[in-house]
């Protein structure tokens, strides 16, 4: 279906709020993927 998965970013979330850089390096190297 031209569908994939791409996994950009891994760590151990030990809080309830996912850390602000690690959405920004998640997403920094979204954008290299696509």
Known sequence: SG???VIVRSFV???QQT???EIKIALKRA???L
């Open 3 to 5: 569908r994939r998965v």
């Open 13 to 15: 979330k030990k809080t």
């Open 19 to 21: 850390p602000k850089e």
């Open 31 to 33: 954008k290299e993927v």
